[in-house]
């Protein structure tokens, strides 16, 4: 049995004072603001299956918080599932009644089901809305362009051109292969004017 939201809130859920208990809390209010992007969770949740049979499942309005918690602290199921067992700012956001404690596989179950196209369009409502208030206009885009170190070999030129070197021949003779027509040999010194030599 899937729902889209809990008809009453718990008097419980307390986020804290911390700054991200305030962020939080500022995002659940946004997110109480618009309820349309429920709809869509909502529609993606209950698409191959009925949402008036079987056990109680996570409510609409909790995966998509969820979702929106994985995403802005850079969690990954198992780190969310323990966050989600050990905050109260996190169980707040996330609206968990008591003595709820979602696994990891259930959260990942449920995130993945809401749809790209449904993820566009929540963007698309909660920039809406911000542009209504006064908050953001949207006409420009974030990015995260944080560099780490990895082990990734440094290009240059020469390393470039040694790969130049090694693929072309096999390129050339795969044009010849299917029947196209290039310039030079591989094997054979190019000659000045490469409009009189064909293969």
Not at 34 to 58: E, F, H, I, Q
Not at 151 to 164: G, N, P, R
Request: glycine share 6%; aromatic share 10%; net charge negative.
């Amino acid at each position: 049995m899937r729902k889209k939201q809990q008809e009453q809130l718990n008097l419980f859920h307390i986020f804290g004072k911390s700054e991200i208990a305030k962020e939080l809390s500022a995002i659940s209010l946004i997110l109480d603001a618009n309820p349309k992007v429920l709809d869509l969770v909502y529609s993606d949740l209950t698409k191959d299956c009925r949402a008036d049979t079987g056990a109680v499942g996570m409510t609409a309005e909790q995966v998509l918080r969820v979702g929106i918690l994985k995403q802005y602290r850079q969690l990954d199921y198992r780190e969310l599932a323990f966050h989600l067992g050990d905050s109260k700012a996190f169980r707040a956001f996330a609206r968990l009644e008591m003595g709820h404690y979602p696994s990891f596989q259930a959260l990942q179950d449920n995130v993945i089901k809401i749809s790209d196209s449904s993820w566009e369009a929540i963007n698309t409502i909660l920039v809406q809305y911000a542009a209504a208030i006064g908050v953001e206009t949207g006409r420009k885009a974030r990015f995260d362009a944080t560099a780490i170190e990895c082990a990734i070999l440094e290009l240059s030129v020469s390393s470039l051109f040694d790969v130049l070197v090694s693929t072309l021949p096999d390129v050339l003779y795969q044009i010849k292969k299917e029947g196209g027509h290039y310039l030079c040999s591989p094997h054979v010194e190019c000659p000045r004017d490469q409009s009189t030599f064909h293969w």
